[in-house]
């Protein structure tokens, strides 16, 4: 069973650039099968796609945020990460990572971290 | 970009009504369509795929229907542990994802 674990700092200051790591267990980082996903969620609010990672390093953006989202993959540590630059209070949320099953036509999320809040503030 | 409305925002049902769900796509997306349950303070769980397909071990009063546009999510008889929010989510045009705004599930 594959388990998914957010880490990184909860409170960033305005301007500056949100990091936050998943660490991947139980399961194969390398798996053709998946790609490797970030998600938010604004309190009270809904989801929102940021993008996802290849085990190869291919890479595609939710468009609205692609001018400051950048995700990497390290393969040894089993990790892949989101850093969002030049973050505002708009940026606040509950940030999961989640796997995207991509293979035998089943497109889906189907295992998800616990989620982490990261607020902005100064 | 697709847009995914869903409606309503949130409802409030008694115990064994059946409930029902829409998702509506901005464009075509044949039946790249999931289905997600929140419950509070926790991660997202899949149970409907390809609009229709229930995951193993969802409970048969959870359904999906609908194909191009228009979605239906139904829960046959709301139980307490049903409440929580319902996301809809699209992938007619990989590799772009959309969530729905969500529906927020209560029991009167």
């Known amino acids: 069973q594959v388990q998914l674990q957010e880490s990184g700092p909860g409170l960033v200051k305005p301007s500056q650039t949100l990091s936050l790591s998943c660490t991947v267990s139980?399961?194969?980082?390398?798996?053709?099968?998946?790609?490797w996903s970030w998600i938010r969620q604004p309190p009270g609010k809904g989801l929102e796609w940021i993008g996802y990672i290849y085990y190869s390093g291919t890479t595609f953006y939710n468009p609205s945020l692609e001018s400051r989202a950048t995700l990497s993959v390290d393969t040894s540590k089993s990790q892949f990460s989101l850093k969002l630059t030049s973050v505002t209070a708009a940026d606040t949320a509950v940030y999961y990572c989640?796997?995207?099953?991509?293979?035998?036509?089943?497109?889906?999320?189907?295992?998800w971290g616990q989620g982490t809040l990261v607020a902005v503030s100064s | 970009d697709i847009q995914m409305t869903q409606s309503p925002s949130s409802l409030s049902a008694s115990v064994g009504d059946r409930v029902t769900i829409t998702c509506r796509a901005s464009q075509d997306i044949s039946d790249s369509l999931n289905w997600y349950h929140q419950r509070p303070g926790k991660a997202p769980k899949l149970l409907i795929y390809?609009?229709?397909i229930l995951i193993t071990g969802v409970p048969s009063r959870f359904s999906g229907s609908g194909s191009g546009t228009d979605f239906t999510f139904t829960i046959s008889g709301l139980q307490p542990e049903d409440v929580g929010t319902y996301h809809c989510?699209?992938?007619?045009?990989?590799?772009?994802?959309?969530f729905g705004g969500g529906t927020k599930v209560e029991i009167k």
């Open positions: 139980g399961d194969s980082i390398n798996s053709d099968a998946y790609y």
């Open positions: 989510q699209e992938y007619g045009h990989l590799p772009a994802l959309t």
């Open positions: 989640a796997r995207w099953t991509s293979s035998s036509y089943r497109f889906y999320f189907d295992s």
């Open positions: 390809d609009a229709s």
